[in-house]
């Protein structure tokens, strides 16, 4: 079957460096993406990977791994504004997403 | 602002009640979805619009109908709702369903209460 797996919650200090983690297993793979909710509001995209590597935009950066089946979403300096949930979603061979269950960064000061 | 706009933001209904979810996307896209969002768990796409055609719909029960009449509108019917569909539903877009970077644009969704 399909399947992504993301921790529920994690807990950060306002200026640290947090890591968000996300395996996949899916029915091939066309790329992984990430979003971030913020409570009540709409998901919106954060980054796209679909080769090996390390994507940087900013404070954020996402890595995969295919071989591995495994992504991190990398967040740097964090601000308060950055407590919110982060999806994690593959897209299988059919262009399907397959979505994670969301991971709920706290951000404590 | 995504350019996805939904109505109504929240919804109490009980279970002999009939509703409508309205959504408007104001990107020019080609392709409009509709996502279940229950707490802790993932996304779950319900039905998917390309160029106004039903392209998915993943084992939705009945008492969803959704409704595309344009490229830019999408709605979904509700009625005989059962207190388990209480979720939040997103509707989303995006420009070239079936490519590989396909971003989606959300709207900010319809909290739903089923009494």
């Known amino acids: 079957g399909q399947n992504i797996d993301q921790p529920t919650e994690m807990t950060a200090t306002e200026g640290a460096i947090v890591q968000i983690n996300c395996t996949y297993q899916?029915?091939?793979?066309?790329?992984l993406f990430w979003y971030q909710q913020h409570a009540g509001e709409a998901p919106t995209f954060l980054s796209y990977n679909v080769l090996d590597g390390l994507e940087e935009k900013g404070r954020f950066s996402s890595f995969l791994s295919r071989s591995k089946g495994y992504s991190y979403l990398l967040l740097k300096e964090l601000q308060m504004k950055d407590s919110a949930s982060y999806l994690c979603a593959s897209m299988d061979s059919n262009y399907q997403l397959i979505w994670g269950a969301g991971t709920k960064l706290i951000i404590k000061p | 602002e995504t350019g996805v706009t939904q109505t109504p933001r929240h919804l109490v209904m009980g279970m002999t009640n009939k509703k409508s979810l309205k959504c408007e996307q104001h990107l020019g896209h080609n392709a409009m979805y509709w996502y279940k969002q229950s707490a802790k768990k993932p996304l779950e796409l319900m039905f998917v619009?390309?160029?106004?055609?039903?392209?998915e719909n993943n084992s939705v029960p009945s008492r969803f109908s959704p409704e595309c009449p344009n490229s830019s509108h999408l709605f979904l019917h509700l009625h005989t709702l059962q207190p388990e569909d209480s979720a939040l539903y997103l509707c989303?877009?995006?420009?070239?369903?079936?490519?590989?970077?396909?971003?989606?644009?959300f709207g900010s969704g319809t909290q739903l209460s089923v009494l």
């Open positions: 619009y390309n160029f106004k055609e039903q392209t």
């Open positions: 899916t029915s091939g793979f066309n790329g």
């Open positions: 989303a877009s995006s420009q070239d369903p079936g490519t590989g970077n396909e971003k989606l644009f």
